[in-house]
């Protein structure tokens, strides 16, 4: 048995070095930091029940260290240690029992809870309130001095207590702390990426780690980075008993501290807490790897000591891995409704995070040329809450040679059309509207819950009606009758009545949920409801999408050969003509909104022709005659862009949608089969709920959409989530968790039946 457990240490210390070698030398990783922490672990625990096994070159000796030549080093006042990892439960209560043997009998320890932060760690000196410097952990002894770059950051005070109210700086203040991205703020440094044509960044923690290790601190003033301080690493003047007390005194000097940390008294406390705090992972404004547990009492923290380069009193408790290693089998394509091509990667089984993963997304093949992902690479695959699982990037350390480049399919695989890839996309569509595939997706969509909501038509449904040649398109399916449906396998007369009832149904659904449902690029059930608060009934938004659509047209034939003449040398032109001729190309998005409400049109336009002017001068006539159509287009137009909440581009599809012959005569079966295409009258009080704010939960008697449809047209406003503001919480049947969040925010709760009595005034 021992002799298996040292050949397994040794084997496990084999496996560290190496991998520590590609991450720290080879800069080149080809496991992910959990599977690595995993390794890690196991050795650590063989090394501490068996210390006969430990050996002095172990890499559990080892500190880490992320030095690097551009910084001048500063020396900690005390070792900057880490944390030991516990996976589960039971790995938490060993680690108390090994606590409790090393502290008088009878010692009842409480703990401290808070999330463990994914950035990375700082550490700033603070001489009498002032800060004087700043490092990075570097090897535990020795960090780099950051000092200028840590002075950018906005969370970081310059001198302490921020409230002069709060006391005296003590004499000397060390703390610690992570420096991290917000996920929205990366996001939004990823979206300023794209606008500047350059590649989006991939992993936050990487990111920010690159951003505090600039050598000129005006680039880290440019990113908007946060730090979070969680405790004191060496003080003078400092007397605190708890690491509880802690949490509050760096409050009180003004640090950013993190506001969901907790105190709790005992240990089956906190592992009570450990699935509340996966499930609100995704939900936290940062990323978390996991959580950080610490012995309360400092005196107990002191007595307990260190073990290695991790203090006995405090432990990381380690979500499950959401990424995972595994192989690139195949890539298959899915075409959805509107034909976008996303490729799927087909995957060696892997099982990440308590789930079986065998296909993840691979987003677009642009995204794939970029990371250079290639057939028979090893990737890494994220999953994450319920996000679907898609492919990080590959490892190009575990390269054999035999991988290949993956390109998209020239042809659509469901019909065999050309794909197409528009100027500026990074995705390839098949634009075939009577592609199988992308009739398939529309159905599946239009029938699903929250569309038109029609019961018993899934997806195999749908598919043999499609074969049978019974359904091409979404107004088909009003038109089926009995005895073909009774001709399908599986289909007894019950279900085909059940089936034939529930699509009769769906023909009275609202306009808006009719309008929802047809899949229109950026129309949900909020902007349809927009559209049918201001059109009536199809006719009308017909005939004003036309008529949009024709004096676009005209204006863009208008100016076609003015734009052909300044075209001429396209490359000698200023960005300002390139500009005018984009939005001559675009009127209904990049003009008519403009000029909407310009009291003097001819002035704006002429400023606007400004620099076509100059280079290629536009005649009196033709200046009058694009007005002339400018103005056709704003007054076509004017109804929808004056629609508050109806930006240009969701016009545009609009327009562009309706336009299509093809969609004209799919609505025009649709009505003739009886589908409700008129708003309902809005004689109806607008008021009774004005002013109020519902949150629905739980199963209703009609679809959540068809009830905040009805809140909605009776003034009153629907939102996703209790808070202060809500006015009520509908509980349906089996309500979630916002029935309890209402009670604790002593918001009233009531019934369908209760608001439908508050509409009707009884
Ligand atoms: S306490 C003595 N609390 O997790 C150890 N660490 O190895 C004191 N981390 O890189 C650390 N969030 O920088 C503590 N709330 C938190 C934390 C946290 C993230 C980091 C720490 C270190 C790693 C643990």
Known sequence: MSENLAQRAEALREQINYHIYRYNVLGDPIITDHEYDKLFHELRQIEEDNPDLATPDSPTLRVGSDLSSDFDKIQHAAPILSLANAFDGDDLVAWEERNLKRLPSNTQLDYVLEPKLDGLTIVITYENGILTHAATRGNGELGD????????????????????????????LVVRGEILFHKDDFDALNKEQVAQGLDTYVNARNTASGSLKQKDSRETAKRNLTAYIYSIVDSDGVMLETEWDIVGYLR???????????????????????????AKRDSLPFEIDGLVIKVNDL??????GVSGKDPRGAIAFKFPAEEATTKLLDVTINIGRTGKVTPTAQLEPVFIGGVTVSNASLHNYDQIESLDIRMGDMVIVK????????VVGP????????????????????????????EGAVDWFCPNPKCPERVFRSLEFFVSRGAMDIDGMGPQTIQALIEQGLITDEADIFYLTEEPLLELEGFAQKKVDNLLASINMAKSRPFAQVLAS???????????????????????????????????????????????????????QTDGVKKVIYRLNHPNTELAPRYLSAKDVQA???????????????????????????????????????????????????????????????????????VNMQAEKKEIARTDLAGKTFVLTGTMSVSRNELKALIEAHGGKVSGSVSKKTSYVVAGDSPGSKVEKAEKNGVSIITEDELRAMISGE
């Open 145 to 172: 001095n950051v000092t200028a770059n840590v002075k950018t950051i906005n969370t970081v005070p310059l001198r302490i207590p921020v409230d002069a109210n709060k006391g005296a700086p003590p004499e000397r």
């Open 383 to 390: 999953r994450s809450g319920d996000v679907i699982p898609y």
């Open 395 to 422: 490892v190009t350390g575990a390269r054999t040679g035999d991988e290949a480049p993956i390109n998209p399919p020239e042809i659509c695989p469901f019909c065999g059309t050309p794909l197409i890839q528009p």
């Open 252 to 278: 009180d000097m003004g640090f950013n501290v993190i506001t969901n940390a907790d105190h709790y008294p005992t240990l089956s406390n906190i592992i009570q807490q450990l699935p509340t705090w996966e």
């Open 518 to 572: 047809l899949g229109i690029d950026g129309i949900g059930t909020t902007v349809s409801n927009l559209i049918t608060d201001n059109f009536d009934t199809i006719d009308d938004l017909l005939q004003s999408t036309s008529a949009i659509k024709s004096a676009e047209q005209a204006f863009i034939e208008y100016v076609q050969p003015i734009i052909d003449s300044a075209k001429g040398d396209m490359f000698g």
């Open 604 to 674: 704006s336009v002429k400023r606007f022709l400004k620099p076509l002017n100059e280079t290629s001068p536009v005649s009196d006539e033709q200046l009058t005659g694009m007005l002339d159509k400018l103005v056709d287009l704003m007054q076509a137009s004017s109804k929808l862009h004056n629609i508050e909440g109806l930006g240009p581009i969701l016009v545009q599809n609009i327009v562009d949608w309706f336009a299509d012959e093809h969609h004209q005569n799919l609505l025009k079966k649709m009505r003739d089969a009886g």
């Open 299 to 304: 005196s107990h923290v002191r007595e307990l």
